[in-house]
């Protein structure tokens, strides 16, 4: 079981950076693929990027590749989301989630956090 908590979203202007981060409690922790997802007003989840269970693999959404970089810390429990050069079509709910196949799919992933809002103005 692996319970999750995202933070560090908010308010930024086109072109600005945000970091997002997830703590997560459990022992199994270091073992599981961590996902990014987000959603936006009237539109499906979608992925952003995953980290395998080292952080020496990682997948990106074309959206966001070379502008979000994903990392994680096991001794912390924590994975984090950079995000430089955002745009008002990154503002959405942003998920972190919890799984054991590194990939894009939703359904792959069987913990989720209760997200964190990121707006994105022009």
């Known amino acids: 079981q692996v319970q999750l908590v995202e933070s560090g979203g908010g308010l930024v202007q086109a072109g600005g950076s945000l970091r997002l981060f997830c703590a997560a409690s459990g022992r199994t922790f270091s073992s599981v693929v961590m996902g990014w997802f987000r959603q936006a007003p009237g539109k499906e989840r979608e992925f952003v990027g995953a980290?395998?269970?080292?952080?020496?693999?990682?997948l990106y959404a074309a959206s966001v590749k070379g502008r979000f970089t994903i990392s994680r810390d096991n001794a912390r429990n924590t994975v984090y989301l950079q995000m430089n050069s955002l745009k008002p079509e990154d503002t959405a709910v942003y998920y972190c989630a919890a799984g054991y196949t590194l990939g894009a799919a939703t359904s792959g992933y069987l913990y989720w956090g209760q997200g964190t809002q990121v707006t994105v103005s022009s």
């Open positions: 980290i395998n269970w080292s952080g020496g693999s990682t």
